[in-house]
């Protein structure tokens, strides 16, 4: 993402909508005015100014650009999965203006010469802002801790183990209080290695018929509990990464009780799947944490709801597709699922098992808050935005995707809600196509 390309950006104008911001203020019939970059104008004084261009957004909701807290962009690495420059155009579609860049690439990202090179491939093929996340420990093998003060210099927003664990409690401890010097926040996701083992799949009902190996919900709850007790001593800043069990859920509510300064968040799939997507040993609901009980999944959507829970992500890992076509055990975790959290989103707001504006709230202002940052929309905010039509329906599939990983979890079923438009800082990063 070019700055000196948006200086040049002419004026904007959004007429019509509704406006929704992450703090769940509403407007209807809401005119924006951007210039340079910049919401320069709302409302009346907005409608009344000239504009280079002006777009009707009638029918549709106007929102903060998303913010995704975990996104793999397969850079640098294998190709073959995906680029800087098709994930991140995947993401726009979907809506997202930010995403954090896990630290598990090829090379993995422990020093700020990895750093660097994302950053550098990110300022000229990505339409989208990329942050990066460090590797809290060298080649995210849990075991020396990687040059954490290096990392922040070269633009780290915080460092992160990624889906990988930490080799034992004494390591994990000097971690943190390394972190906590220099005022890092760190991403934790949060996973006994010893009680997981070879498992795959939620250690239930579906792993018991069909023979699977099973990770039990322990191995999580034990690693929570574990991280928070030392986050506690330390004083750092934790971040718990995609939880998937109603146990984190209520040792979370209880920590912040406590006063101890942690966040969490959750992705999109374990609020709408659960185990029964590995019944017909559907390879791409792999996934690490594994999709686990329809009492889980109702809790963390509770933990959302509630606000316990800070941030929903995408946890987007694409994938080739001989990484999906083996037999189960075989194949790699992960989702291509960043162009559809909004819309999965949507389908629980249908359903009524979240509002809208908590919704937005999580996929915006919440995550931002995680990294140090905002997403609003007010006079002077930079023109991050997300212009979505709730009302208007598309199927994921190969004329409609971008990313390079089509192991999408809704290939072929409608889905709600269409991105007509993605702005960074006032430019186009995604406009639907005419149909």
């Excluded at 935005?385 to 290939?411: E, I, Q, Y």
Aim: negative net charge; aromatic residues 2%; hydrophobic residues 45%.
């Amino acid at each position: 993402m070019s700055v000196d390309k948006k200086s040049s950006q002419g004026s904007l104008k959004l007429m019509g909508g509704r406006l929704l911001d992450g703090d769940g203020r509403a407007s209807d019939n809401v005119a924006l005015l951007i210039r340079e970059g910049r919401i320069a104008a709302m409302g009346e004084p907005a409608s009344r100014a000239d504009a280079d261009e002006t777009i009707d957004a009638e029918g549709c909701v106007i929102a903060p650009g998303l913010v995704d807290l975990c996104c793999n962009l397969r850079e640098p690495g294998n190709g073959q999965k995906g680029n800087i420059a098709s994930e991140s155009r995947a993401a726009a579609h979907g809506g997202f203006t930010t995403v954090c860049a896990s630290p598990e690439t090829s090379p993995v990202n422990d020093s700020g010469a990895v750093t660097n090179l994302i950053r550098d491939g990110a300022a000229t093929r990505s339409p989208i802002r990329v942050l990066p996340i460090g590797a809290i420990t060298r080649g995210l093998e849990g075991d020396m801790l990687s040059d954490m003060a290096g990392l922040a210099a070269a633009g780290c927003v915080a460092v992160g183990n990624g889906s990988r664990g930490v080799r034992n409690a004494r390591i994990l401890r000097r971690c943190m209080a390394y972190a906590q010097t220099f005022g890092l926040t760190v991403m934790f996701s949060p996973e006994n290695q010893a009680l997981a083992a070879d498992g795959y799949a939620h250690d239930g009902l579906v792993t018991s018929r069909l023979g699977l190996l099973g990770i039990p919900e322990v191995a999580e709850t034990a690693a929570v509990m574990e991280m928070l007790l030392l986050a506690e001593e330390t004083g750092v800043r934790l971040h718990l990464s995609q939880l998937s069990c109603a146990r984190s859920v209520e040792m979370l509510a209880e920590a912040r009780r406590r006063g101890i300064a942690v966040t969490a968040d959750v992705a999109m799939h374990q609020l709408v799947f659960t185990e029964e997507a590995l019944a017909g040993f559907d390879s791409r609901f792999h996934v690490r944490p594994p999709l686990r009980s329809e009492q889980d999944r109702k809790a963390l959507v509770a933990g959302v709801r509630e606000g316990v829970i800070d941030a929903i992500v995408s946890q987007h890992q694409p994938q080739d597709t001989a990484a999906k076509q083996a037999p189960l055990a075989a194949t790699e975790p992960g989702l291509s699922s960043v162009e559809s959290v909004l819309s999965l989103g949507l389908e629980l707001v249908e359903l009524n098992e979240l509002a809208l504006p908590e919704l937005i709230r999580a996929l915006t202002s919440g995550p931002a808050s995680v990294i140090g940052r905002t997403a609003r929309l007010a006079e002077g905010a930079a023109a991050d935005l997300c212009v979505f039509d709730p009302d208007a329906f598309w199927t994921p599939g190969d004329a409609t995707l971008v990313s390079l990983g089509r192991h999408a979890p809704v290939t072929g079923r409608e889905l709600p809600g269409v991105v007509r438009l993605t702005l960074v800082e006032g430019l186009k990063a995604w406009e639907q196509p005419a149909s």
